[in-house]
T-cell receptor, first 114, second 109 residues
Framework: NAGVMQNPRHLVRRRGQEARLRCSPM?????VYWYRQLPEEGLKFMVYLQKENIIDESGMPKERFSAEFPKEGPSILRIQQVVRGDSAAYFC????????????FGPGTRLTVT | DAKTTQPNSMESNEEEPVHLPCNHS???????IHWYRQLPSQGPEYVIHGLTSNVNNRMASLAIAEDRKSSTLILHRATLRDAAVYYC??????????FGQGTRLTINP
């Protein structure tokens, strides 16, 4: 059973460009979570999604950031008009509906904004 | 979310047991205690969780105090691969994980 997959693993964007980060949850997992880890800082929750629904987006910046988890396909975290402060590691996690205590994390996407 | 307190760092020797403490004096009756760890340059990894009773799995054991105001993660026989930052987290269910600073565990060969 493949683990959580994230791509790309490394992404370089210039200021003002868009970044799209993809997350394929583990097979059978319908809950997806996105976290961000800024350099030398701890992990911060961003958003929690179920298929086609955003359940909790309390950690998402109010502007430029959006997330989706469509009925088919991976979850997407989209950052428009990136700035240097968006440079971070972005981790996706997934869980089974009845096992939400056990979140399984992907390897992360390391975004660098130049 | 209820707050947890962990030592910033700990050190142990390979093949010895490790006891990682966590204080959570403001825990509520419905808070679960979770432990995750993050190895260098990797995503976090689920270790174990519990509510009231002690728990064991293939990775570790979780000892929960009777008043639930503290808990201890026990690695029975540390290996070099157990060197990581260990996070003690409280949640009430299918919610976001709120990561603190964790305990950086160093294992000496």
């Amino acid at each position: 059973n493949a683990g959580v997959m994230q791509n790309p693993r490394h992404l370089v964007r210039r200021r003002g460009q868009e970044a799209r980060l993809r997350c394929s949850p583990m097979k059978g997992h319908s809950h997806v979570y996105w976290y961000r880890q800024l350099p030398e800082e701890g992990l911060k929750f961003m958003v929690y999604l179920q298929k086609e629904n955003i359940i909790d987006e309390s950690g998402m910046p109010k502007e430029r950031f959006s997330a989706e988890f469509p009925k088919e396909g991976p979850s997407i975290l989209r950052i428009q008009q990136v700035v240097r402060g968006d440079s971070a590691a972005y981790f996706c996690a997934s869980s089974l509906p009845d096992r939400a205590h056990e979140q399984y994390f992907g390897p992360g996407t390391r975004l660098t904004v130049t | 979310d209820a707050k947890t307190t962990q030592p910033n760092s700990m050190e142990s020797n390979e093949e010895e047991p490790v006891h990682l403490p966590c204080n959570h004096s403001t825990i509520s009756g419905t808070d679960y205690i979770h432990w995750y760890r993050q190895l260098p340059s990797q995503g976090p990894e689920y270790v174990i969780h519990g509510l009231t009773s002690n728990v064991n799995n293939r990775m570790a054991s979780l000892a929960i105090a009777e008043d639930r105001k503290s808990s201890t993660l026990i690695l029975h026989r540390a290996t070099l691969r157990d060197a990581a930052v260990y996070y003690c987290i409280l949640t009430q269910g299918a919610q976001k994980l709120v990561f603190g600073q964790g305990t950086r565990l160093t294992i000496n060969p």
